[in-house]
């Protein structure tokens, strides 16, 4: 075969070019490399896929952690003041007789777990495995780019994450336990918390929650300045804005979220640190008597202060965990509806709507605390019009099946049930976005099962779709349908089990906060029950998760190879790459000529057009019935 | 971790180098030169970027100051 040259006139090292079907391992090529000791390849790697699984790995971990706190806290909702079945002793000697006294939950482990389940989920699980995980495996690959604009910044940015979780871990092991101030951490209340006899005074929970915090956020603000420059610098030629894959726009927005609105949040963490460390009084208001006597730092601060930094943060990230997922289901639906999303344009400007509103709702999370009434108009409208971008998305995804000729694989299962659940979470926020309605909502059950319906059926219904999608991408081999059929659907019903009950149970009054789960409230005495169907079904969805960690493991080794670098028969630039990709991913110059999503083009000879492709071979025009 | 393991494997060892692209000693495919399209290069939008983080930060730092400062009663 002779050499092939590129556009230079330089010889190219191999013939199997992009979009060839030929996969790595066969193809066989290595051309001048620099050679990598294991540690610089799999641990201190600057490789943009390397550093995709370290954090996709380390989030799944972090959220199987956080679901174990859940579990164990479920069995104290439905049975308070009963030992803990099986890990009742572990708990006893992790966490000492004062917190597990014969395997009983205190409040002050339940606290604990439960401030360290919000925590951990939100800032070290979904939003790390969707942003991050995804984001730095699939982003240069869907630009045609060689790795990330910024390797070794993309590297720093995923140690000091790492690290932000080693310190939120070693808190449960520190006297008195992990922090116990809810994942919000309002003080004065944090303040105050793991302070004075027997607390270190570094080395406590909420301190170490802290500094925790200021590692991850660090973390996410390195890899939001890396993704955005990649995507606006590292575009292949001819990849225009209008013809990213959704996915690229969805991570960009994301990354704008992270950039604008994390900061505050460090600044208010950092100014909580130094309350108790250096005893000022950011957050801490005059005459503050804890315990019978007056706090003694000198006052003058603002408790509503750190709602507002905090909060500023807090609504952006529920579209930070929501926007990756909706680009993952954006590419799941094109692909396996074999048709272009439905209004491209309208899903890609409605992300960015919901981006920019995002900033300005950040007080509907606030109205008990007494606002204006006109702040409170403000909030109110602003957080009522940004369902209006999100119900167009959710309408571009559900006119996109029609007509389509869906394939029902496991990613597609994951996408579809996506699209119910994100319409659930929406709908049930909207009584929450009015003030009146919210006054008697607010801090009860219902918000648990509205936040929850998007942080986790929702989000985690897209990365199980990303997960199934792209593994073949990342392993070579295609993860077991049937068993990942059975995963969808224990997830699926289970999900609901957990999430719906609670909705009923807040409209009962049930508030979020109750140690007993409501078991020692005559109000809450005819919902109780519900108590049993959420917690057996929280047990059952973790039994359902064990198919997918088996598959998993099973498939990287034992799964079924793909036969060709494009098993999906997708269209964009990832699928380009051999399989699984090199370091520098692409064998050569990568031109993109087409839109994201051509699928089913009339006349056509293949149901799909790939992006890299410059010429397709036409069969005749159809004529129009009526011409 | 030599070479001949590494080349005998057969994998996960080619790329490519366009004329915008090169290595900086440590194996990262690197973009020297400046994108048509936008007229920059990587380090100048990443600044600008990482400005915009600092603005936030300080922003409030300074906003948070100033608010404790005015409705301070001492």
Redesign the interface.
Known sequence: MPQEKNE?GDP???SQGVGSTVT??E?????H??????W?RYVFS??HKMIGIQYMITALFVTLFAFGLMVVMRWQLSYPGKPVPVIGPLLTAVFGANMAPGGVMTPNLYNSFGAMHGTMMIFMAVVPALFAGFGNFIVPLQLGA??M?????NMASFWSYFVGVVIMLVSFLVPGGAAKSGWTSYPPLADIADTGMGFEPILNGQTLWLIGMVFNITGS?LG???I??TI????APGLEWMRLPVFVWSELVTAFLL??????L???A??QLMDRLFGTS?FSP?GLVVGGRPWPASG???AL?WQH?FW?LGHPEVYVTILPSMGIVGEVFANNTRKPLWSYKMFVYSMLAIGFISLLVWAHHMYMTGMGQSVSIFFQVFTIMISIPSIILGTVLLLSLWGGSIRFSAPMLFALAWLPMFGIGGLTGLPLGYSASDMVLHDTYYVIGHFHYMMAPAALMGLFAGMYYWFPKATGRMLNEFWGKVHFWMTIIFFNGIFFPMLIQGYAGVHRRWYDGGAGWQMAQPVLWLNHVMSISAWILALGQIPFIINFFWSIWRGKKVESDNPWQATTLEWAT?T?P????????VEVYRDAYEYSVPGASRDFLPQWEREESRVAEPKLSSA | ???GR??SR??????????N?S?D???????HTT?P??R???AK??IW??L???F???C??FS?NI??RM????
Not at chain 1, 27 to 31: I, P, Q, V
Not at chain 2, 25 to 31: E, I, K, M
Request: aromatic share 8%; net charge neutral.
């Open positions: 230079h190219m090292e191999g790595a391992r193809s066989g090529h290595h051309e490399q620099v050679e990598l000791s294991w610089r600057t490789d060689p790795d604009a910024f390797p070794r910044l603000l939001s300045i890396n955005i420059a606006i610098q590292l575009r950039l604008l609105a994390f900061p505050p460090e600044s208010a950092i100014l950011f005059d003058g601060g603002s202060l930094l500023f051999p699984p090199g370091h520098g991913n692409f064998l050569h110059p | 971790m030599g070479a590494k080349q057969g994998t996960k060892t080619f790329l490519c180098i366009t004329e692209e290595r000693g440590t194996g990262n495919p690197v973009r994108q399209d936008t920059s290069y990587n939008i990443g970027v990482c915009a983080a600092e936030m930060l300080f409030r730092l948070a608010f404790l409705r301070a009663t001492h």
